[in-house]
């Protein structure tokens, strides 16, 4: 049962229904002494979203998914309806309770669930349970994570790794619902993707703002100590991290960066390679067809070899006795390995005796890699202010080198750098010049930490630059011809 249901058309999910009510405020008691889009810090040190503090937060948004996926157990399974995109539901959480909502020790806020019945189904598609969504979700409290991106989003992650939940935009927001047809369209068809997989659209409404949260996949678990991470696009204007990046315990780097850290790229398996520009290919096909572009591939590294190498940091040793209270994963196709893999299987070249849902490839100095990988920022749509911002940038800069781009060019660009650049075919006879060539492993930088949230290792300093690129040999058709579905 819930307090009231509504059905609206898409563009109304920007809008929102300010409540009247002064009671209805989850605001800091210090004003924001740092800023980054909505993302602020208040005098106290906790962080806020919209002036509201990221515990109010994350307590209302438990409440939350625990009073819809609640009432929603209650009602019959039945095939998804056109209509079903559109539906919001709505509560409200009064800090003394209600009849239905329990009291609380936050102030008043209105929860809505987007969509509920459609996401249901997305959930089911990939294997999660009600109770498992829930048990993952509000069992414990969701962890916060460092980074915020250049938008000053929220994460949080689950106890358990297995979700990620971000806050996003009002337009973005906006595009995933008037996207969830053709998101379920594809997921029926092809439920092995590298897209991102999205659970739950939720929004907490409190102190007249609305607060849009999506629940994900959680791509880089916490149990895995990455070594280095890169944010790809196949492009070259601007795209190097900034000097604020680098300082960072774990920096995301980007295309130039990745060209300079490791010039020959990273090695596959044959059947491996294929898989994996195989499945590029058809997600960019979905992505090009709803006119989606600027999203990124979040490629992240463990690099085995050094891992054994290295001494048990306290944060190390704190992670491992974390994960050692995880569950196995529960999502289907949850890690990069499962999302791309089909009939392809690791060979005799790939010696990892567990993969740890990540892809198993080699440096050009025979390094043993895991990569951990998805496409992120899929909610960016071509429209005019992006066509006007590509206008612009083109008149100084070489037009096929900057970001924004018509999805069509966008989506070729991407997988030919990805597929040329970043991933290479281990050859089936590689002689030691090749297999040991000159090329560079990583490029390990330190950056400093000191936060208070959780954040992933830090590297070893040491730094290494080269020059030289090289370009792997691709199969005709096998990233730019028809989608090949793997099963």
């Keep these: 049962m819930i307090h009231s249901l509504r059905i609206i058309s898409p563009h109304l999910l920007s809008s929102g229904i300010k409540s009247p009510m002064a009671s209805e405020v989850l605001y800091a008691s210090g004003m ?34 625990t009073h819809t996926v ?23 959480f009064p ?6 909502t329990p009291a609380h020790h936050y102030n008043d806020f209105r929860f809505k669930t987007y969509a509920p019945v459609a996401f249901r189904y997305f959930r089911e598609l990939f294997g999660i ?18 980074s915020s991106g250049a938008s000053g989003s929220l994460f949080y992650v689950s106890s358990d790794d297995d979700f990620i939940i971000k806050t996003v935009q009002h337009k973005e927001a906006e595009f995933l619902q008037k996207l969830l047809p053709g998101y379920y369209l594809n997921l029926n068809q092809n439920p092995r993707t590298l897209l991102p997989k999205f659970y739950g659209l939720y929004c907490v409404q409190a102190g007249g703002k609305n607060i849009r949260i999506v629940v994900m996949n959680n791509l880089l678990p916490r149990s895995v100590k990455m070594h280095t991470k890169y944010d790809l696009k196949g492009s070259t204007y601007k795209r190097r991290a900034s000097q604020k990046e680098r300082e ?7 295309d130039l960066d990745f060209l300079q850290d490791i010039p020959d790229g990273l090695f596959l398996d044959a059947d491996m390679y294929n898989a994996l520009c195989k499945t590029l290919q058809r997600d960019c096909l979905v992505l090009q067809s709803f006119k989606i572009m600027d999203y990124s591939l979040l490629l992240s590294i463990h690099n085995i070899d050094h891992a054994q190498r290295e001494p048990l940091s306290s944060d190390t ?26 009939e392809a299987r690791p060979s005799d070249t790939m010696e990892t005796d567990d993969h740890m849902g990540g892809i198993p490839a080699q440096s050009s100095k025979g390094e043993r890699l895991l990569l951990y990988i998805g496409i992120i920022d899929i909610l960016q749509s071509y429209t005019c202010l992006k066509k006007l911002e590509h206008s612009w940038k083109a008149l100084v800069h070489d037009g096929d080198t900057v970001s924004v781009h018509n999805p069509g060019f966008y989506a070729e660009r991407f997988q030919s ?11 089936l006879k590689p002689s030691p010049s090749k297999k040991f060539g000159t090329g560079s492993s990583f490029s ?33 058709g096998v990233h730019l011809g028809r989608p090949d579905v793997l099963p």
């Design 317 to 342: 040793l704190q992670v491992s006795v974390d994960t050692q209270r995880l569950t196995p994963q529960k999502v289907l196709y949850f890690t990069a390995m499962e999302s791309i893999q089909g």
């Design 32 to 65: 924001p002494i740092k800023k980054t889009g909505h993302r602020g810090v208040d005098s106290s040190g906790e962080t806020t979203y919209k002036k509201t503090p990221s515990s109010a937060l994350k307590g209302a948004i438990q409440l939350g998914i």
């Design 444 to 476: 390990r930088r330190t950056g400093s930490s000191g936060n208070s949230c959780i954040t992933y290792q830090p590297l070893v300093s040491g730094e290494h630059k080269a020059q030289v690129t090289t370009k792997a040999e691709v199969e005709p």
């Design 129 to 146: 349970p009600p109770d498992d969504y829930l048990c993952s979700l509000c069992s414990e409290p969701l962890i916060e994570l460092c």
């Design 417 to 427: 750098f990805m597929c040329n650049a970043v991933f290479k075919k281990i050859p």
């Design 70 to 92: 609640g009432s929603l157990s209650t009602k019959p399974e039945r095939d998804v309806l056109m209509q079903d995109f559109y539906v919001v539901e709505s509560i409200f």
């Design 95 to 100: 800090s003394e309770g209600s009849k239905l």
């Design 248 to 254: 960072k315990p774990l920096p995301t780097f980007k």
